[in-house]
């Protein structure tokens, strides 16, 4: 999990739940997460829920990655066949 407050990841249980519980109350630092990740290998972003704000913030942070987002039935099987390519 990356972290949206400190712009990290963690990968150890414990620390993953006390991280979701501070990032609730803490500043995001969405640019440097995503870059975070972008730098980590990940091409590819799905955004789960109604609307596509997330996608957008994310294009406009990483112009060059693939974005899906995922809302209903229909989206989430165009998701998969693009996923699964």
């Known amino acids: 999990m ?3 407050y ?3 990841a963690v990968t150890e249980p414990d620390k993953i739940k006390q991280a ?3 990032q609730i109350a803490s500043p995001v630092l969405w640019v440097d997460s995503v ?3 972008v730098k980590a290998g990940a ?3 799905v955004e789960c829920g109604s609307g596509n ?3 957008g913030l994310i294009k406009r ?3 060059d990655v693939k974005t899906l987002s995922v809302g209903d039935t229909v989206s ?3 998701a998969v066949v693009e996923l699964n390519g």
Do not use: C, H, Q, Y
């Open 2 to 4: 990356v972290t949206n």
């Open 6 to 8: 400190r712009a990290e």
């Open 20 to 22: 979701l519980i501070d």
């Open 35 to 37: 870059n975070l990740m």
């Open 43 to 45: 091409d590819t972003f």
């Open 53 to 55: 704000v997330v996608s």
């Open 61 to 63: 942070t990483a112009p």
């Open 76 to 78: 989430l099987e165009t």
